[in-house]
């Protein structure tokens, strides 16, 4: 480890155990998996409350059984690395809360919604956490005229992903919202694990920034072997070396050009009811979203992205429950609700054989249809948290050979403590399966998220906290493969 890397981490150490007095300070121990391997962790996680700012920060070591630490956490070789560094100690910087007139909050990004959620539903920058660490952003502005929300998902792509809502009540006092989101490069999210800019599929060396193809290992002892021909010409060297049988790393990062994607859209609400204990409003929405897809069939050829409708929505509240309800239409193909969801990151982009493959590329398959969605959330008593939505679209839907009339279904659900119960902490229990025939089947998709939190009192303040998840992703030979994050830490406070 380099000096400067020691010097940084003593400063945090130090700086933490002097605060001990006066600011809660959380420590961990225990086993992480990360790209498929396990690492022993040890973590400190002290929250600094400075006024109305709440500052959290994520030491944390990964070490393997023969005692090597994991880098990627303390990188300090170049200013990129270093800057990357500096943020992913940032577990979250946080002003004010939600409903305050001013909020934000830099760091992990559990949920995202912009408005009634026709375009950004559910996003979330921590889905493989801590496998891959994000940095971004959430914020609010309430004012009595009008009120702007935004997101941006992870610093360190450069504002890779973000989205804006303004809402103001321009029309008879009816609330209506304009939002814009942008990917400005899909391809950001490609895996590179050492930075080399080859994505972890085509690496031959992904943990190693100066190695990226097999043959390239012994490129110095085939030049020797060359040179030692008489007459050889050392201009020609490559051009013989390119043609060996060798184990060559043909990807070209050059070839990656960016690809970006963006949608708007419009909502407009009108509150029938406002109670203190109970609310009633009706209210509806248009997305377009801007960019090209594949047209399934046809790799070669592509066509414009569509848009989607709610002509009509109800959203209720009474007491601790919560109720929406959408028709939703999708005119001609080519558009999913909510697609910045649970997932994104995930479906991103993916491998398909050697082909990159973009989850705008895919939507392609969808064509005309409609249909309903529903939400649901309760509080039960305070001791339990609910909360389950369902889609039911049908249309045009590819099925490998031609658009045939299907069912396109959606299913999300969550269940977790509100407060312990004996010896319990925390307990979440989450399925999520999108835009399929059938949820119930079954039928996993790079869509589909599954898993459980729960922690577990041991006494003197520590706690023993288990976190599963399993998600999905398409392997080298097109195979749906699992993707499983696991963790077992005791967490204590000092």
Same mark, same amino acid.
């Given at each position: ?18 605060? !001990? ?73 946080? /002003? ?7 909020? /934000? ?30 940095? @971004? ?35 008879? @006092? ?76 043909? /990807? ?120 309903? /969605? ?31 009339? !299907?069912?396109?279904?959606?299913? !999300? ?47 003197? @303040? ?33």
């Amino acid at each position: 480890m380099s000096k400067t890397a020691k010097i940084f981490i003593y400063t945090c150490f130090t700086t933490v155990l002097l605060a !001990q007095t006066e600011r809660s300070v959380q420590g961990a121990f225990g086993a992480v998996t990360i790209d498929g391997k396990v690492w022993n962790q040890i973590a400190l996680r002290p929250v600094i409350p400075i006024w109305k700012f709440g500052v959290a920060l994520d030491l944390v070591f990964y070490i393997d059984a023969d005692g090597n630490i994991h880098k990627d956490e303390w990188d300090f070789s170049d200013g990129e690395a270093i800057k990357n560094t500096l943020i992913d100690k940032i577990y979250y910087i946080r /002003f004010g809360f939600p409903n305050d007139p001013l909020y /934000f909050k830099v760091g992990s990004l559990d949920y995202v919604k912009l408005g009634y959620g026709i375009l950004v539903n559910g996003y979330t920058n921590a889905i493989e956490y801590p496998q891959v660490r994000k940095v @971004g952003l959430d914020f609010s502005v309430k004012r009595n005229l009008f009120s702007v929300q935004g997101f941006v998902n992870d610093f360190k792509e450069n504002l890779g992903l973000t989205g804006i809502r303004v809402q103001t009540p321009v029309l008879a @006092g009816i609330p209506i919202g304009v939002s814009a989101v942008m990917d400005r490069n899909q391809h950001l999210g490609l895996k590179d694990r050492d930075g080399d800019k080859y994505p972890d599929f085509f690496d031959h060396f992904p943990d190693d920034e100066d190695k990226y193809s097999n043959a390239m290992d012994n490129y110095e002892e085939w030049r020797q072997i060359y040179l030692e021909f008489e007459g050889s010409n050392p201009e020609s060297f490559d051009v013989w070396f390119n043609t060996l049988p060798l184990d060559h790393n043909i /990807f070209n990062p050059a070839e990656i050009k960016d690809d970006p994607m963006s949608a708007i859209a419009i909502d407009i609400g009108y509150p029938v009811v406002t109670e203190q204990n109970m609310s009633i409003s009706i209210y509806a929405q248009i997305a377009k979203m801007i960019g090209e897809t594949n047209y399934p069939g046809n790799p070669d050829s592509s066509v414009s992205l569509g848009s989607g409708i709610i002509p009509v929505g109800v959203a209720a509240k009474f007491g601790p429950a919560h109720f929406n309800l959408e028709y939703r239409i999708i005119p001609k193909g080519n558009f999913e609700f909510g697609y910045w969801n649970q997932t994104y990151e995930v479906e991103r982009v993916s491998m398909e054989g050697d082909s990159i493959k973009t989850k705008e590329s895919k939507l392609g398959r969808f064509g005309k249809q409609k249909g309903i /969605f529903a939400n649901f959330g309760m509080d039960v008593f305070g001791l339990l948290g609910f909360q389950m939505a369902y889609q039911n679209l049908r249309g045009d839907i590819w099925d490998g050979n031609m658009f045939s009339n !299907q069912a396109n279904q959606s299913f !999300q659900s969550e269940l977790g403590l509100k407060k312990s119960i004996s010896k319990i902490k925390t307990a979440k229990l989450f399925y999520q399966q999108m835009n399929v025939p059938n949820p119930f089947e079954f039928e996993f998709t790079e869509s589909t998220v599954m898993g459980y939190r729960i922690g577990i009192e041991l006494g003197s @303040g520590m706690v023993l906290n288990y976190t599963y998840q399993r998600t999905f992703r398409m392997s080298s030979d097109g195979e749906l493969e699992p993707v499983n994050l696991t963790g077992i830490e005791t967490s204590f406070t000092f």
